[in-house]
């Protein structure tokens, strides 16, 4: 009976809990759709949030990598000048350009780290620097398209980006320093401007977050900056004269006449190594040391660069 009882009380909850539900849905259903709806919502922009994340980290990956390899085919493209056809080599040369530069720009505009940024600015002051200091191809004195145009604009484009690295936030890494301030230094030793270069080298040699193989290099640097201020100094050939009889043309220094002999010497006299007597000399093949020329020092022997 009790049994009966419990089941029937049962049955009557179940039943005035169903009949309830509408009534409860009509209060509760749309504040429990909102919960679940704002819920959604942030899953999928958390998951569309690390999708992105994922993808521009890989865009750059692509990007550093693609800016590696072309300033790599840029230095091997030289290695091509006098082996490859000009037209070929010069359309692979913007090519290359094209991609480093896309690239580049690419790094730019979707990177928010400061590193990646300040990689970047160095790649793109290596790549103008790059650019300005390649020779002319063959063939360019008639055809302008073989040229390298804007040279100067080229060297203080790089400067400027090398420039951006020594700025804060981008001036964090010390590497990426110490390429920013050894490119400043080079541009400027390209332009004629030594104090601006010894700058730079003083500032690296007096760093006290870069390692000391790096000062040393710094160092080294400012020690040769005096050798190349000094203009390289070209000594014209010496002139042959058109009359061999005359005078004889020495390989150093200025010419040295000939010696001219009498057709007879006094007796004990030595004359100098090379020198003849006239044909019709009666004295004896000797002739005094005071009063003759010393023979010519032996010429030094040429010293080959090491």
Known sequence: MKSERRHDLQTNSL???????????????????LVVIVALIAYLAVRYWNDKKAREAEQLTTSLETVRVQLGNLDQLQMQYFGGSPATIAESRNRITNEAND??????TTAKDPKIIARAYVAQGDLDWKLANMPDLPGAATRPELKVNNRDPLLNAARDAYAKVLEPPYSGNVLDVFAARMGIAAVAENQGKFDEARKQYQAIADSANLPPSFKEVATARIKELPGYQKPALLVPPPEVSPTASSTTPSIMGPEAPLITLPSSLPTGTTLPAG????ADSTG??????ATMPAAPASQPAATQPQ
């Open 15 to 33: 039943a005035k809990g169903i009949e309830g539900l509408p009534d409860y849905w009509r209060d509760y259903g749309n504040k429990f759709l």
């Open 275 to 278: 020198t003849t007597l006239p």
């Open 103 to 108: 690239a580049i720009s690419s790094l730019l």
């Open 284 to 289: 004896p093949t000797t002739a005094s040391a």
